[in-house]
């Protein structure tokens, strides 16, 4: 900010809440209207997304938990990747500059950017008068020719998944009431809203990824979907076993109850686990990195045939028609 010139009040809020999060030379203090990232003779991965209220999170949800889930998002997908976090940047839309929001916000947001070497590198902020979001474009770094694509799954190998599938959709559930609601007690309300608000990106894992998985993509819009997705691209199908998949207590509860359906938890988005296959030879080795690095694996299922949508078949070997795949936006 130039001595002499009145601060607007963009470079006021930047400079109180943002400034100290850019901890990286590149970032010039966020001075200036570019960041700067110097090759190391790594590739560098670009990802993005952004989180609106009504959609992502819910008007009245924290702004600690807004901020970590916009910067955690991004981070999974980096992670399935098989990629190293390397900074982000920032696009905030405001209804206004509300310090008892932005104080917490900005908190958090530099809590976990430090927590997972992820710097603030630049960004923008302005005003809406619709709904808040916040977006961030993500950058990290692999060995040259080493990302995990989505389209490199073969027959014969493992699917795997990390986590639990369907927590943070049950967790949306009970924050708009219902039956999800009524049916868990408090403690298990605690868990499942922490999961939709907090995702925990599995950035320990991201090399262990990157050395064994033949493809890999995050799970942000439900198991089933996804899991669609990549055997689209790779050309090939699936054979699911139901039974496999994991579960937290809370949702094998709600199921076992007839709260819920399985088939809504493996359609249900939020989740941000890391979906991959492994060839077989490697399975064991990359079964025991994953617990080394204290991150919950489960195999779910084996990769076959040509282009189809992935078969889900319960203890029985019955195949399970599923209404809905994933969440869509449109």
Known sequence: MASGRPASGEESLIARYFRPLATDPGAFHLDDDAAALKPDGNDVVVTTDAIVEGVHFLPDDPPDTVARKALRVNLSDLAA????????????????????????????????????GCPLLGGDTVSTLGALM???????????????????AKAGERVMVTGTIGDAGLGLAILRGGKVHAATDTAARDVLIGRYRVPQPRVAIAEIIRDHASASMDVSDGLAGDLTKLCGVSGVSAAIKLQQIPLSHAARDLVSRGVVGLETLIAGGDDYEILCTIPEERVEAFEAAVQRAGVALSSIGTIVGASAVPKFVDKEGREIALERLSYSHF
């Open 81 to 116: 990747k098989g990629a190293t976090p390397a900074g982000f940047v920032l696009t905030l839309a405001l209804r206004s500059a509300d310090e008892a929001w932005l104080k917490p916000f900005a908190a958090a947001l530099g809590e976990d950017a430090g927590y997972f």
């Open 134 to 152: 916040v977006s961030v474009t993500a950058f990290g770094h692999v060995p040259p020719g080493k990302m995990i694509h989505r389209s490199g």
